[in-house]
């Protein structure tokens, strides 16, 4: 602001001043400052129940040009936090259709991936995967949608590696903290944040640094507030125009770094294979996989069950008599 006041320090100094209606919109951001952020003039006039003149009056009466310069300075601040809703603002005022926002859609991951292979760094590459097979425990975490993400990383490096643990789970980021609290400087922690980023992640990371861990950041770029506090940051370009990220690119860095570490591994052959063995009983129509054509279990006097029998001499057994 001109004057060093935030927009709500102007708007209560002026509340003496302001006519009746205009004191009712007043308090209306006062009350819900960053839900007023993302209205349009119409739908800010609407929820307080006043006309679009008047609240372009209100907003000349607080000092402002107009509205637009009245919203912009209620943005301040919330930009990154407002940006995948006024994209899905802009995107949804094109007329369009179901298949072109599909191919749309498709396109946008095609180039975050090139974008993301583009800017690959080979020496933090190298670097990752070699902090991950030296590990003795690698600690994976992320919250939000990151959390899910964080489960699929864990899942493609647990064959690779000693252990692998993620501390994203329904106890909650205090919970997270009892388990990097056993954090040893051989260990590895590796954080997923993106925007929106979550303060859980932050706060987190900044404990596992100050406790002396190591730390392999998956973020969007070395803007991101996790980046400065990484030993090692791989970044993917993610941006989405119909939601705050794109996951499927931050998922394709995910196998990109599985693979590597598998092919890095000295034992990803063995380890596959053994995995695979143990889970044979799981894998539909291997041998020895548990499926419907099961053997039934013999019935408890020691005959097979009538449900055993084939459906021929189950249908031509006698009726026993009553």
Same mark, same amino acid.
């Given at each position: 602001?001109?004057?060093?006041?935030?927009? !709500?320090?102007?708007?209560?100094? *002026?509340? +003496?001043?302001?006519?009746?209606?205009?004191?009712?919109?007043?308090?209306?951001?006062?009350?819900? $400052?960053?839900?007023?952020?993302?209205?349009r003039i119409d739908e800010f006039a609407t929820?307080?129940?006043?006309?679009?003149?008047?609240?372009?009056?209100?907003?000349?009466?607080?000092?402002?040009e107009g509205y637009p310069q009245f919203r912009a300075e209620l943005v301040r601040g919330f930009e990154a936090t407002l940006a995948p809703v006024e994209r899905l603002r802009d995107e949804l005022a094109r007329p369009t259709t179901v298949s072109e926002v599909f191919a749309a859609a498709l396109e946008d991951g095609a180039r975050n991936l090139e974008a993301t292979r583009r800017a690959l760094d080979a020496d933090a590459c190298e670097r990752a995967v070699a902090a991950i097979l030296e590990a003795e425990r690698v600690y994976v975490m992320g919250f939000g949608a990151s959390g899910f993400l964080a489960g699929l990383l864990q899942h493609g490096l647990e064959m690779h590696c000693r252990m692998v643990t993620s501390v994203s789970n329904a106890g909650g980021a205090s919970h997270s903290a009892r388990q990097l609290f056993k954090l040893q400087p051989q260990d590895l922690v590796i954080a997923i944040a993106f925007p929106r980023y979550v303060t859980d992640t932050m706060l987190l990371a900044q404990r596992v640094k100050a406790h002396g861990g190591r730390l392999l950041a998956l973020t969007d770029? +070395?803007? %991101? &507030? =996790?980046? &400065? $506090?990484?030993?090692?940051?791989?970044?993917?370009?993610?941006?989405?125009?119909? !939601? @705050?990220?794109?996951d499927a690119t931050v998922l394709a860095l995910i196998e990109a770094l599985c693979g590597a570490v598998a092919y890095r591994s000295a034992r990803s052959v063995k380890a596959a294979?053994?995995?695979?063995?143990?889970? =044979?009983?799981?894998?539909?129509?291997? +041998?020895?996989?548990?499926? %419907?054509? @099961?053997? &039934?279990?013999?019935?408890?006097?020691?005959?097979?069950? &009538?449900? !055993?029998?084939?459906?021929?001499?189950?249908?031509?057994?006698?009726? *026993? !008599?009553?």
């Open positions: 602001m001109p004057d060093g006041q935030s927009i !709500s320090e102007r708007i209560a100094r *002026s509340l +003496p001043t302001l006519t009746p209606a205009h004191q009712r919109m007043a308090q209306y951001v006062l009350d819900n $400052l960053f839900r007023a952020a993302t209205m929820a307080v129940d006043v006309s679009v003149a008047t609240a372009n009056r209100f907003a000349r009466a607080l000092g402002f770029g +070395p803007t %991101s &507030p =996790l980046a &400065p $506090l990484a030993d090692i940051a791989l970044y993917a370009n993610a941006r989405n125009r119909l !939601s @705050a990220n794109s294979a053994e995995m695979t063995e143990f889970l =044979l009983p799981w894998l539909y129509g291997a +041998p020895g996989a548990r499926d %419907s054509q @099961a053997a &039934p279990l013999p019935a408890k006097n020691g005959t097979a069950s &009538p449900r !055993s029998r084939p459906r021929a001499q189950r249908q031509a057994a006698p009726k *026993s !008599s009553e």
